[in-house]
């Protein structure tokens, strides 16, 4: 049973490091180890672990912690009696993350309702002919999404910065 978590967290570490390659514009390896940490959870995980899961040299997944830790996206603590670094992810980044998405979202928001008012504009002063009439439904909809969403979001960025749970 144990091998085949292993495996499927391992399988994860590997999916979910294509996302983050894209999404962070993260170089592969950075992305594993990124990955890999999400997964470990708030346990940590140290250097030497990370050296022999992800078969990775030493001076590779130090240049990468490192670059990491700059970038704000992991952080470290230390137990007592401990020499070890046990890195986890950090949380002020999946906060970022989300206030990235929602000033993302109500950027399309404005525009979406100036779309709409122009085009309610046209439909009642321009056009006569109802066939020709704009139809606004695709913008009714799309803003309310966006409400939707961001609601949602803000609720977990109001979660995590409460710190109702951890990541």
């Known amino acids: 049973m144990k091998e085949e978590i292993c495996k499927e967290k391992m399988a994860l570490v590997e999916k979910l490091g294509v996302h983050l390659e894209n999404r962070e514009h993260l170089a592969p390896v950075a992305a594993r180890i990124l990955s890999y940490i999400i997964l470990t959870g708030k346990k940590g995980t140290t250097f030497e672990d990370m050296v022999t899961i992800l078969c990775a040299s030493k001076s590779t997944i130090s240049t990468h912690l490192n670059h990491l830790q700059d970038l704000n996206k992991i952080v470290y603590f230390t137990k007592t009696g401990d020499r070890k670094k046990y890195f986890i992810i950090n949380q002020g980044m999946v906060v970022q993350h989300i206030n990235t998405m929602v000033n993302k979202w109500g950027e399309e928001r404005e525009i979406h309702l100036e779309l709409k008012k122009y085009k309610e504009t046209i ?9 020709e009439k704009f139809d606004l439904s695709f913008h009714d909809d799309y803003i309310k999404f966006i409400d939707g969403a961001t609601a949602s979001v ?14």
């Open 123 to 131: 439909n009642n002063n321009k056009i006569e002919n109802g066939n």
């Open 154 to 167: 803000e609720e977990l960025r109001t979660k995590l910065t409460n710190n109702k749970f951890d990541i």
